[in-house]
């Protein structure tokens, strides 16, 4: 069976983090920023990680995709251990990616008579050219922008919930975001109608997630809440991250207006719980 890592422990994995193909995601989980869970071959020495990323309600593998002993236990340990932890937190799929060519060969060796097994694409863009970025934007007069800190979550905030429910999707909770994090919000008097926020991190970089709430869209706010956050990452030495789906036409687009450019593509595959 595998063995569940310590979380003191979750950085035996990053030496597994290797080639073009690195997602942040499972990344901020092993460098102990982001919730998760990390299961391994060997506790002292892994070869192979299993990594449970809250946030994207999903597992990333890295390390050696052609470890026999890793690949024989997965099927037994999502049985025994994943599917009933998942169906007790009202799960309907389970989706996992690889950090490697190599881990898509054999996911889709390990998962195709699933129920529900299906397959699609994730794209991942950086900023080539941040240090040329420049914040450039309009909103309506009857709206304010305002940075997501101490003081907006202490004052009046008409869908407060909202705003805790985006947070705490990412974070284990306020604190840690607040000390891990930055954010950036528009708000139409005291409703909170955009949000632009750190997602993911590790030292260096950060990767935002983007809500704006569908009776507000194509009104500019999330162009405004994140640049604003691109212009964070330029004054802090941070390299932005941005992660999509495939058919996420928006955002892709959104991205390439804001000077991201795909650095690459990685396989997603689900199944049904």
């Known amino acids: 069976m595998?063995?569940?890592?310590?979380?003191?422990?979750?950085?035996?994995v990053v030496s597994l983090f290797t080639g073009d193909k690195v997602n942040l995601e499972p990344q901020g989980v092993a460098y102990g920023y982001n919730p998760g869970w990390i299961y391994v071959d060997n506790y002292d020495s892994p070869r192979s990680a299993l990594i449970w990323v809250k946030g994207m309600e999903g597992f990333y593998f890295a390390g050696d995709a052609k470890?026999?002993?890793?690949?024989?236990q997965v099927e037994a340990f999502l049985a025994e251990v994943v599917l009933p932890k998942a169906k007790s937190m009202n799960y309907k799929w389970i989706e996992m990616s690889g950090m490697n060519p190599a881990w898509e060969v054999s996911l889709a060796k390990i998962f195709s008579g699933r129920k529900g097994y299906a397959e699609s694409k994730q794209f991942v863009y950086k900023h080539q050219r941040l240090q040329d970025f420049k914040v450039n934007y309009q909103l309506k007069s009857n709206y304010r922008v305002k940075a997501i800190d101490q003081k907006l979550l202490a004052g009046d905030i008409s869908n407060y919930d909202h705003l805790e429910s985006i947070i705490l999707n990412w974070?284990?909770?306020?604190?840690?975001?607040?000390?891990?994090?930055?954010?950036?919000?528009?708000?139409?008097n005291t409703k909170i109608i955009c949000t632009c926020l750190t997602s993911f991190r590790k030292k260096g970089?950060?990767?935002?997630?983007?809500?704006?709430?569908?009776?507000y869209r194509q009104q500019g706010c999330a162009t405004v809440a994140a640049s604003l956050f691109l212009e964070y990452c330029q004054a802090n030495n941070l390299e932005p991250y941005w992660d999509c789906m495939e058919t996420n036409y928006a955002s892709r687009a959104l991205a390439v207006k804001l000077g991201y450019q795909k650095q690459f593509e990685y396989m997603l595959f689900e199944f049904l719980v």
């Open 205 to 215: 970089q950060m990767a935002l997630d983007i809500h704006t709430l569908k009776e």
């Open 171 to 188: 974070w284990e909770s306020f604190e840690d975001f607040l000390k891990h994090g930055i954010g950036f919000c528009v708000m139409h």
């Open 2 to 12: 595998l063995q569940e890592l310590n979380k003191r422990d979750f950085s035996k």
């Open 67 to 72: 470890n026999s002993f890793f690949n024989n």
